[in-house]
């Protein structure tokens, strides 16, 4: 079998979860069958993993010039590339789409693989932040509605024409219900996670990456550091996160890494 997965991902998102479990469960398909992951990229690139062929797609949007005056979450649902070019061009025995954002590009890719007559399967990685139509964002009135026309009705039309979804865990489950997704067609396939290894990180390097952040280097002695690294989206549980180290009896350090969002901020 060759399976063409194809990473949906605005160029300018350096670090992603999404990118990193999509790499690594094509990485591991690899092994098994005929895979190439295509990544939406600033440029085009070739690269491998393993025996994973990674191929970086350039991708533009058509709002560039508007850039600095709409919203990010408006700006990034334009972005384009030629990966539904790619899937025309036949070849493959299945897609496997990685990522709901941009969403419009995304639903490209899928009419694609239905044109071409070619099954495709999507994994969870990302649904519970845009199932949530904005709230997630904490979207209101015509920001929410632009979220609806260009991100939820694309991809709820997405998820319904797929052959079949991996479910990250039995969580997304409750997702896909109200998605109306046939439990039947839902396989449930985890992230994978690397067992830990001793580091051999160099320590004027870890000094140098805490200065530049403004990480406590070295460690305070007897005070325990926490640190959260990644998207700020309600569904995190930020203030959860907050709350249990209010609790803590003694000093500590967390660092919540990120952007700034006003409902952590009035709830921390």
């Given at each position: 079998?060759?399976?063409?997965?194809?990473l949906v991902l605005a160029p300018h998102w350096v670090v992603s979860g999404a990118a990193t479990?999509?790499?690594r469960l094509s990485q591991a398909l690899a092994e098994t069958?005929?895979?190439e992951l295509l990544r939406m990229g600033p440029a085009d690139t070739t690269?491998?993993?393993?025996r994973l062929k990674v191929t970086g797609v350039r991708s533009s949007n058509p709002l560039q010039a508007g850039r600095a005056v709409l919203p990010s979450q408006l700006y990034t649902q334009f972005f384009r590339s030629s990966i539904p070019a790619r899937v025309a061009q036949g070849g493959v025995d299945l897609v496997h789409l990685h990522n709901p954002i941009p969403t419009l590009e995304l639903r490209r890719i899928a009419m694609a693989c239905l044109r071409s007559r070619l099954p495709?399967?999507?994994?969870?990685?990302?649904?519970?932040e845009v199932a949530s139509q904005g709230a997630a964002y904490g979207l209101r009135g015509p920001a929410r509605l632009a979220w609806r026309l260009l991100v939820d009705g694309p991809f709820r039309w997405v998820v319904r024409h797929a052959t079949r979804v991996l479910a990250l865990s039995p969580a997304d489950?409750?997702?896909l219900d109200a998605l109306?997704?046939?439990?039947?067609?839902?396989?449930?396939v985890p992230n994978g996670v690397d067992m830990p290894k001793e580091s051999s990180a160099d320590e004027g390097e870890v000094e140098r990456v805490c200065r530049k952040y403004g990480l406590p280097f070295p460690k305070p002695a007897g005070t325990p550091v926490g640190m959260f690294l990644g998207n700020h989206t309600r569904n995190k549980g930020?203030?959860?996160?907050?709350?249990?180290?209010r609790a803590y009896p003694a000093a500590f350090r967390l660092i919540v890494a990120g952007g700034h969002w006003p409902y952590i901020a009035s709830d921390g």
């Open positions: 079998m060759k399976v063409l997965a194809a479990a999509a790499t069958c005929d895979i690269d491998r993993v393993g495709y399967v999507i994994s969870t990685h990302g649904f519970v489950m409750a997702v109306a997704f046939p439990r039947a067609q839902v396989a449930i930020v203030p959860v996160l907050l709350e249990a180290f």
